[in-house]
């Protein structure tokens, strides 16, 4: 099956600070989503971004499907960004069905 | 529009017993997925339902199954509990013709 890798794993930065999350998938895709997780278990949609570029306030996205990775931007860090970052990539099995495969998530502090 | 609905958020059973999970869609969303989550094996894919009939099923075993109704509704269930059951279940919906998924806010099971 796909396989999908997140880096980093953990990350902690300063309030105000830029990061860089990666997402690197092992096959082509039909699709693949950004999620931030809250602390209450929720998946909370950030991008459907199969390809191209997304800009969303200080979060955006980039996925370059040929060469199977993704890339998501936060700018200008804030506590309320803590929590884990997934990234699932998207694909048709058998009978038209779809399943996301997730990688296993970055974990961002941000520290005031 | 509502989200994705799930019931109950938490459930503590004991080994051996068995357990109903529900999940709500969006509504006109005819897509329902399960997902596991577990801090060992993160989110795996559990089964999606279209229409009442299971297209997909993961690598679980029989004692996890479930079904669609006609109004999209979806219930899981697990029986002869373990342990490992443990998790945090989580339900997405996406609707036809797009491959997006919105997850509900999830069932955090516990098995004592």
């Known amino acids: 099956g796909i396989q999908v890798e997140q880096s980093p794993p953990d990350l902690i930065l300063q309030e105000g600070a830029n990061s860089t999350l990666r997402c690197n998938f092992s096959?082509?895709?039909?699709?693949l989503q950004w999620f931030h997780q809250n602390p209450w278990g929720q998946l909370i949609n950030l991008f459907y971004?199969?390809?191209g570029t997304k800009q969303n306030g200080r979060l955006s996205a980039t996925t370059v499907a040929t060469e199977r990775y993704s890339l998501l931007y936060i700018s200008s860090s804030q506590t309320t960004d803590s929590g884990v970052y997934f990234c699932?990539?998207?694909?048709?099995?058998?009978?038209?069905?779809?399943?996301?495969?997730f990688g296993k998530g970055t974990k961002l502090s941000v520290i005031p | 529009k509502a989200g994705v609905t799930q019931t109950p958020r938490y459930l503590i059973k004991t080994r051996g017993q068995q357990v109903t999970l529900s999940c709500s869609p969006i509504?006109?969303?005819?897509?329902v997925s399960w997902y596991q989550q577990t801090p060992g094996q993160g989110l795996q894919f559990l089964f999606e339902?279209?229409?009442?009939?299971?297209?997909n099923k993961g690598n679980f075993p029989g004692r996890f199954s479930g079904r669609q109704f006609s109004n999209s509704r979806s219930e899981m269930n697990v029986s002869t509990l373990e342990l490992g059951d443990s998790a945090l279940y989580l339900c997405?919906?996406?609707?036809?013709?797009?491959?997006?998924?919105?997850f509900g806010q999830g069932t955090r099971l516990t098995v004592v």
């Open positions: 997405a919906s996406s609707s036809e013709g797009t491959t997006e998924a919105f």
């Open positions: 096959d082509s895709v039909n699709n």
């Open positions: 971004i199969p390809s």
């Open positions: 699932a990539v998207g694909s048709y099995s058998g009978a038209g069905s779809y399943q996301l495969t």
């Open positions: 509504s006109g969303h005819r897509s």
């Open positions: 339902y279209f229409s009442e009939t299971q297209r």
